[in-house]
């Protein structure tokens, strides 16, 4: 593999996001393991004053162009496909967010480079990279061996700390020109869309008692409210439960929803799949109820049982407001 | 509009999930498998814009376990064709593998749109809809959670963290990786999926060996270590309830 280590940069609304941070500490580690440098690669229009704030990097490429403005899935693509290509470096790592999902796959097929996804570790082993991936909802760990001079890696939010990699800093900005099909593209920003103000604000919540799957039906749901009500907190949930519209949107914990970080996190029914775990798992105290053994909650939380949740949430509402 | 939309069988994440005895991927003997969740979504998406507007949709999936009867099942659910592809795919195959067989069984077709679930349980070397879509030359949005057609540009909203969503603008055809349909996937009933396989066809196409670079190979597939997981509360629900309640005050919560 060749030496350098790219990192694409992630930024929204101006500001950098936390993710692209947490790449710039572990290609710092990369980096040093190859000899090469480390490289942040933005992409923007009139948004070179954010490499200021990717100090962390050797050195910062951007690309300018009134469609880079916002994330653009065609845009992006094209621009980094080309930076890439012109610069031919030994590992590129990209978000597994939703800005980074329509980036790494296409950077693999327009320049022909192997991909691994979902990584929440990266490491060079034997002049390889070798990724680890969280597959099957986080229940099976598979480590990849990727092959080339040039591969790509996108790696999930929150696998590394964003300390090591956030670090003001001066970098040299080398500007790279974009790509003529940046001015006839197929796909347009049209606006950002805001989430909604809700009935309750989960961020802001010191206990949540959160439900997945296993409530079954939105029937279930006043029990839940009661013993949150018992607790003093609030009810949040995850993904199919928001998809059932069995509550707002904005009772969302997960990748696509919110991240929280409350007291109590008492989660019914949740199996922990890896898009909600990045939304709770900074929470000080988690519990768990879940009647399979096996369900991936059980590694991210303090306490658990199997017990049935439709036993435990009454006989706990009894004795709370006992 | 003629909408395609490609599924695709993956394992029930309820069972237990084994390693096979090299340990370079799960034991695939006593796998059950379902339909990978987001293609489900897919697939609603897809019928809920064949019901406002004048479409047909044509499901398509590599022949496997369960295979037939999720495209019965697609077609008792409101899809109008259903294509079975055959060839060498079976299940684990790499995602750069089936998404370029999945180009090539597409790009003479005649479509508008192709709808996929945003990813996989089993996508390892990424996700299929943005790959095919690159091997299909045509533009991709994933993550999209609302989708409006009119005249020959689709209008998505893009989901980022937080609840923010991005709206574009996709001149078609395009794939869009679908996170989530406008309603919840219909059922369908199984007296109506037996019904179906007694009457409707699936049509075949065979794809012979595609030249694709995956580039990277699983050395090593493991179940994530437990111990620092959870410390497990023993008892019936009653005396979990108990426990719990003095794990509360002890951390101060209560």
Redesign the interface.
């Known amino acids: 593999m060749n030496q350098d280590i790219f990192v694409v940069a992630e930024h929204?609304k101006g500001s950098v996001e936390d993710v692209t941070y947490e790449l710039l500490g572990k290609g710092r580690e990369l980096a040093g393991s190859t000899g090469g440098k480390l490289v942040a690669v933005l992409m923007g229009s009139g948004a070179e004053g954010l490499a200021g704030s990717l100090g962390a990097a050797d050195k910062v490429i951007y690309v300018d162009h009134p469609a880079l403005e916002?994330?653009?899935?065609?845009a992006y693509a094209a621009a980094l496909a080309d930076v890439v290509k012109a610069n031919n470096p030994g590992l590129v790592l990209v978000p597994n967010?939703?800005?980074g999902?329509?980036l790494?796959?296409?950077l693999?097929?327009?320049n022909?480079?192997?991909?691994?996804?979902?990584a929440i570790d990266v490491a060079i082993d034997g002049g390889n990279v070798?990724?680890t991936?969280?597959?099957?909802?986080?229940?099976?760990?598979?480590?990849?061996?990727?092959?080339?001079d040039t591969?790509v890696v996108?790696v999930l939010?929150g696998s590394f700390p964003a300390d090591a990699g956030k670090k003001d800093g001066a970098p040299e900005v080398e500007k790279a020109a974009a790509p003529a099909e940046l001015d006839n593209l197929?796909?347009?920003?049209?606006?950002?869309?805001?989430?909604?103000g809700g009935d309750v604000d989960i961020t802001a919540q010191?206990?949540l008692v959160s439900v997945g799957r296993g409530i079954q039906s939105d029937e279930n749901l006043p029990m839940v409210e009661e013993l949150a009500e018992a607790?003093g907190g609030a009810v949040s949930a995850s993904?199919p439960i928001i998809?059932?519209?069995w509550l707002p949107?904005?009772r969302?914990v997960g990748?696509?929803?919110?991240?929280v970080k409350p007291?109590?996190y008492?989660c019914l029914g949740i199996?922990g799949a890896p898009e909600h775990i990045e939304g709770m798992k900074d929470a000080?105290?988690?519990?768990?109820?879940n009647t399979?053994e096996?369900a991936?909650i059980?590694?991210?939380?303090?306490?658990?049982?199997?017990?049935?949740l439709f036993?435990?949430v009454p006989?706990?509402t009894e004795?709370?407001k006992g | 509009m003629n909408i395609i939309v490609p599924i695709k069988m993956v394992?029930d994440?309820?069972d237990?999930?084994e390693?096979n005895e090299d340990g370079t991927d799960?034991d695939r003997d006593f796998l059950s498998y379902k339909l990978n969740e987001f293609d489900d979504?897919a697939l609603e998406e897809a019928l809920q814009l064949k019901e406002e507007g004048d479409a047909t949709v044509t499901v398509i999936a590599f022949d496997g376990e369960e295979t037939d009867k999720a495209l019965f099942t697609a077609i008792a659910k409101g899809a109008d064709n259903a294509v079975k592809i055959t060839g060498d795919f079976e299940e684990g195959t790499a995602s750069?593998v089936l998404a370029k067989a999945l180009a090539e069984a597409i790009k003479d077709m005649d479509y508008d749109l192709i709808l996929t679930g945003?990813?996989a349980?089993?996508?390892?070397?990424?996700?299929v809809g943005?790959?095919l879509?690159?091997?299909l030359g045509?533009?991709?949005?994933?993550?999209v959670s609302g989708v409006t057609l009119s005249g020959n540009t689709a209008?998505v909203?893009?989901?980022?963290?937080?609840?923010?969503?991005?709206?574009?603008?996709?001149?078609l055809p395009?794939v869009l990786?679908i996170?989530?349909?406008r309603e919840?996937p219909r059922y369908a009933p199984v007296s109506r999926v037996r019904q179906i396989m007694r009457q409707a066809e699936l049509e075949e196409v065979e794809v012979g060996d595609v030249d694709v670079?995956?580039?990277?190979?699983?050395?090593?597939?493991?179940?994530?270590e437990?111990g620092?997981?959870?410390?497990?509360?023993e008892?019936?629900?009653?005396e979990?309830?108990?426990?719990?309640?003095e794990?509360?005050k002890e951390?101060g919560?209560?």
Do not use: C
């Open positions: 929204l916002n994330f653009n899935p065609e967010t939703s800005m999902m329509d790494a796959a296409s693999s097929v327009r022909d480079l192997p991909l691994v996804a979902y070798v990724a991936s969280q597959l099957y909802g986080g229940k099976v760990n598979a480590e990849s061996v990727l092959e080339g591969v996108s939010a197929k796909v347009r920003f049209k606006q950002l869309i805001e989430p909604e010191e206990i607790l993904r998809d059932n519209k949107k904005t969302q990748k696509s929803g919110l991240k007291k109590l008492l199996s000080e105290l988690i519990i768990a109820i399979d096996s991936p059980f590694e991210h939380a303090h306490y658990g049982s199997t017990e049935d036993d435990i006989a706990l004795k709370l | 394992p994440l309820v237990e999930l390693i799960l979504h750069h945003v990813q349980a089993d996508d390892r070397d990424g996700q943005v790959l879509a690159n091997y045509v533009p991709h949005v994933s993550v209008t909203h893009k989901e980022y963290a937080g609840g923010m969503m991005a709206e574009f603008e996709v001149d395009a990786g996170q989530a349909a919840t670079n995956v580039g990277s190979e699983v050395r090593r597939m493991f179940t994530p437990a620092e997981g959870a410390e497990m509360i008892g019936d629900a009653e979990v309830a108990d426990k719990i309640l794990i509360l951390k919560v209560r």
